[in-house]
């Protein structure tokens, strides 16, 4: 029998994502289970594999079928070697994900950064497809981003490349960032920047609509920024487009360096479509070189919450071995 | 008998040089003639040809000994096809390069862009060998780029990648670019940006050293700006700082895009050596994300005026078919 399905699974803070997938991108099946966080997370590389394994059972496929299992994890992954340097949110540090795994369920296995297989997954099934030089900005509470040149993964020299969200937009004086440094893009362009921004707002200005919100509900959502912006209210249009602002700019100066055919927005915050995207093309086409502007478009993502496992299926057809 | 030889070819807007290498990058030969603009070009591929079969009689050698030839020029290149789609200082405009002196040879040609090829020149034979992910940084009249990722040219969906001079960072009110943009690091951090800055800083300043430079000798060179600063001229020292800061800056965001193994910094202007690299690293060191610049060293061009040349070799002995 020829080898003809993917396993794709996207490792996350709090759930883990599965998938199979023929070879030639056709999702068969997927589902999930919960994230076992206890003693560093050292239950979760065989609750995957119990997992596939009932999954198998159950479709009546064997491990002889599959080309191989890509895996994505939130973190520094040492890609030559399969190993997890540091995943913060799961626990793993210099945790030999490859092998283990690859021991249990009997397949090649190939792991990489989540951000960098969610980029992969729009480039193979999505909004991506045949663009070979991409970037995938995801924007939720993080600014993640993946890039895809020449149809395959930047990595750079440690894995790191594509950390869009740390390219410094406010070199003074900027709010602090997770990564230690402080005037990231994602400080700016995130959901948690864009609603840090309009508590700012209403702290000056308790007759705005956000204020309003906040006091109703004890929260403001990107959801209430984009609906008040709908309604043409002054502080939400000037939030969004100070975000997109800095977003526009960012992405500008990264595509006069990278040249890519597509620029794909992800993450929770790209369900504002159009509202987003607007202000987005028109500081990209201020900041932008003509050339690179004309072969260059925007698209939202459309796999959603399947660019992982996508991604980590990809993987596994194009580099298992 | 074997191919064994590489002609890299590097045309500029006042000489074209040329060179041979043999396969493993040993310079056997180089020389140059000046560059015939007349008729947009019209001429230029036919002094070429002419000059090296010169060369190959005096040298006895014959084009079957040669793997191929590499082209660079300044300007835009459709790789795919060998054609400059226009290079505005030579005076072509979608003209077939590749398959007129491959004619003229009998030999595979290849083409790319003269900054692209330097940085693959530094890669191959100068300061960034074995570096499989690394930045080249011209500093001189403007700020050219070229990057090399996974041990290739990285080009973009159209040949536009690597445009680092033309990354914005002075979104507002910023100095016009040669580019039709505005505030372009090329603005601030060429030779050219900062001797504006220092006639920008004489206005106010006529007790300045760099003043009376511009009394005695009718202009003010980089060399004057470097050798002030070099006495704790305050004002000398400001506009390197300055130009560092966006240098450094913008190198930080790339690199955290990118994740390069080495940055090296060429052109007229890198000759200041440590003058120059000292307040860039501060600056790189302020803006990169910790691991990035864990797995980054700065180093200059070691290659000079040949980076073209064997860059364009080694696009021969890679690249010709």
């Given at each position: 029998?020829?080898?003809?399905?993917?396993?794709?699974?996207?490792?996350?803070?709090?759930?883990?994502?599965?998938?199979?997938?023929?070879?030639?991108?056709?999702?068969m099946?997927?589902?999930?289970?919960?994230?076992?966080?206890?003693?560093?997370?050292?239950?979760?590389?065989?609750?995957?594999?119990?997992?596939?394994?009932?999954?198998?059972?159950?479709?009546?496929?064997?491990?002889?079928?599959?080309?191989?299992?890509?895996?994505?994890?939130?973190?520094?992954?040492?890609?030559?070697?399969?190993?997890?340097?540091?995943?913060?949110?799961?626990?793993?540090?210099?945790?030999?994900?490859?092998?283990?795994?690859?021991?249990?369920?009997?397949?090649?296995?190939?792991?990489?950064?989540?951000?960098?297989?969610?980029?992969?997954?729009?480039?193979?099934?999505?909004?991506?497809?045949?663009?070979?030089?991409?970037?995938?900005?995801?924007?939720?509470?993080?600014?993640?981003?993946?890039?895809?040149?020449?149809?395959?993964?930047?990595?750079?020299?440690?894995?790191?490349?594509?950390e869009?969200?740390?390219?410094?937009?406010?070199?003074?004086?900027?709010?602090?960032?997770?990564?230690?440094?402080?005037?990231?893009?994602?400080?700016?362009?995130?959901a948690?920047?864009?609603?840090?921004?309009?508590?700012e707002?209403?702290?000056?200005?308790?007759?705005?609509?956000?204020?309003?919100?906040?006091?109703?509900?004890?929260?403001?959502?990107?959801?209430?920024?984009?609906a008040?912006?709908?309604?043409?209210?002054?502080?939400?249009?000037?939030?969004?487009?100070?975000?997109?602002?800095?977003?526009?700019?960012?992405t500008?100066?990264?595509?006069?360096?990278?040249?890519?055919?597509?620029?794909?927005?992800?993450?929770?915050?790209?369900?504002?479509?159009?509202?987003?995207?607007?202000?987005?093309?028109?500081?990209?086409?201020?900041?932008?070189?003509?050339?690179?502007?004309?072969?260059?478009?925007?698209?939202?993502?459309?796999?959603?919450?399947?660019?992982g496992?996508?991604?980590?299926?990809?993987?596994?057809?194009?580099?298992a071995?």
């Amino acid at each position: 029998m020829t080898e003809s399905y993917l396993l794709g699974i996207d490792v996350g803070g709090t759930s883990i994502k599965m998938a199979i997938f023929s070879n030639d991108g056709d999702l068969m099946e997927k589902w999930s289970i919960a994230t076992n966080k206890e003693k560093d997370g050292e239950y979760i590389l065989e609750d995957i594999s119990v997992s596939v394994k009932e999954k198998w059972q159950e479709m009546d496929l064997q491990a002889n079928q599959f080309i191989g299992a890509g895996v994505g994890v939130p973190g520094f992954v040492d890609i030559e070697h399969g190993t997890i340097d540091f995943a913060v949110n799961i626990g793993w540090r210099d945790y030999p994900i490859s092998s283990i795994l690859s021991q249990h369920l009997g397949l090649p296995v190939v792991v990489d950064n989540d951000a960098n297989l969610a980029a992969a997954g729009e480039y193979w099934r999505g909004a991506g497809v045949d663009a070979e030089d991409l970037i995938l900005l995801t924007l939720g509470t993080g600014v993640g981003g993946g890039i895809i040149v020449k149809g395959d993964i930047l990595h750079g020299v440690a894995g790191m490349a594509g950390e869009i969200g740390h390219v410094t937009m406010i070199p003074e004086a900027g709010s602090p960032c997770n990564c230690g440094k402080s005037g990231c893009l994602e400080t700016v362009a995130s959901a948690t920047g864009m609603v840090r921004m309009a508590r700012e707002t209403i702290e000056h200005n308790t007759n705005s609509r956000l204020y309003q919100i906040w006091q109703e509900n004890g929260e403001i959502t990107t959801k209430d920024i984009f609906a008040c912006a709908e309604n043409n209210d002054t502080e939400a249009v000037t939030i969004i487009n100070n975000a997109m602002y800095y977003l526009g700019l960012a992405t500008a100066n990264i595509a006069n360096v990278l040249n890519p055919e597509k620029i794909v927005i992800g993450g929770g915050v790209s369900g504002a479509g159009e509202d987003l995207l607007r202000p987005l093309r028109f500081y990209y086409d201020t900041y932008a070189l003509p050339k690179v502007k004309e072969h260059s478009t925007f698209a939202v993502a459309e796999l959603g919450n399947d660019a992982g496992v996508a991604g980590a299926a990809w993987a596994a057809k194009t580099k298992a071995k």
